[in-house]
């Protein structure tokens, strides 16, 4: 579904230069921390864009928010092209945000709204697999380009640039799905709050969720610098590769809720992402690239279920007038998971080095992780969600 093609482009801008950030460190001379920050801005843009204009799709209709989207998309790509300091990463991350918080409401919906009749169940996959796979195949486009073509730094950019491009024309060319349009004035921010009947659900679901977003975050933020400083793998492809396995992980494991079920996808899910953790620990212990990509499998596809699990079981349970806000506010926090920990890692980086960094996060999320697995085993969601 061309739809589906528009969103992988979209989320691919917002990873593409994740197998970069060494390159940026030679160019501007900055710390590991830096390097944390920059790619925690993106977040912080999802996040303000997720709760001021999450439905403005719902008003406006669903292509003019997706052309923004892909408007900070170029903008972004554009930054990184012209960057001459730190400042243009802050900018192109912060662009990058609005671009991806525009794009995971709308564009989910759209490409649901655009099946044929009888085809809800493949539209669905199309969206997971364009969402997570999208967010693969950015690092794994920038790391080829850095390794075996010329200009590592600008080359990606250019081709997603053209890629913007392509996908705006395709846009236009597509029928809007909203039939009642209303002015942009109408929209209002979104107030994220708890039902009561949502709360014990919502306590392991955000858990889960935000442990399995912090991963993300700590592997497609340090993981190439690890990978380079430890492993001495200074390929740009390979650093790309395993990041893209993460993802594409993810994108398995939430299609595999389907035949696991819901009631029991949440409680498997955090025990993957237990064992994403300790194989993340034991590469860091033993400097081992195979334990890295298994923890990426492993991790990946644990965040895969639970997050997806974790989503159904929160819309279940929240009362029709607030499933929006609910959900908003489950977002928000995985968002909160893929910024606040991978700062952390890079404040305690700079005083212990990137592999005590690494094993106090790990240790950290495993807590919260199996604090939240323990809840399920005993007071289980319910499995008709």
């Not at 081709?159 to 392509?166: G, I, K, N, P, R």
Request: charged share 10%; aromatic share 10%.
């Amino acid at each position: 579904m061309l739809s589906g093609a528009v969103f992988v482009v979209c989320m691919a801008g917002t990873t593409l230069p994740t197998p970069l950030y060494g390159l940026y460190q030679e160019k501007f001379g900055f710390s590991e921390l830096t390097v944390t920050v920059v790619y925690a801005v993106y977040a912080f843009g999802v996040i303000g864009v997720l709760l001021l204009t999450g439905n403005a799709s719902d008003a406006v209709g669903r292509r003019p928010v997706l052309l923004w989207g892909l408007g900070f998309s170029a903008a972004s790509a554009i930054c990184f092209l012209c960057a001459t300091g730190l400042g243009w990463l802050y900018a192109g991350r912060l662009l990058s945000g609005l671009s991806a918080g525009l794009f995971t409401g709308a564009a989910t919906a759209y490409v649901m709204e655009l099946a044929p009749y009888g085809g809800t169940s493949r539209a669905t996959f199309v969206a997971t697999a364009a969402n997570m796979g999208g967010l693969g195949c950015g690092p794994l486009l920038s790391g080829v380009l850095a390794q075996y073509a010329a200009w590592p730094l600008y080359l990606p950019f250019a081709v997603h640039l053209a890629l913007v491009a392509w996908s705006a024309v395709v846009l236009l060319r597509l029928p809007e799905t909203v039939r009642e349009r209303r002015p942009l004035s109408t929209v209002r921010p979104q107030r994220p709050g708890l039902p009561a009947q949502v709360r014990a659900v919502f306590g392991p679901a955000a858990i889960a969720s935000f442990v399995g977003f912090a991963l993300f975050g700590v592997f497609t933020s340090v993981s190439p610098a690890f990978l380079a400083q430890s492993l001495n793998v200074d390929n740009h492809a390979v650093s790309g590769l395993v990041v893209a396995l993460a993802f594409f992980a993810s994108t398995a494991g939430q299609l595999a809720v389907g035949r696991v079920g819901m009631g029991r996808s949440l409680p498997l899910g955090c025990a993957a992402l237990l064992a994403g953790l300790a194989l993340l620990a034991g590469a860091l212990r033993w400097d081992l690239l195979v334990l890295v990509v298994l923890s990426a499998l492993v991790g990946g596809g644990g965040q895969g279920l639970a997050f997806r699990a974790a989503l159904s079981a929160v819309a279940e349970a929240s009362p029709a007038d607030r499933r929006a806000a609910v959900i908003s506010m489950l977002f928000v926090v995985a968002y909160a998971g893929i910024s606040v920990p991978v700062i952390g890692v890079g404040l305690l980086a700079v005083h212990i080095g990137l592999e005590g960094a690494g094993l106090v996060f790990i240790v950290c999320m495993a807590v919260l992780v199996s604090t939240a697995a323990v809840y399920l085993l005993r007071r289980p969601v319910p499995a008709r969600t």
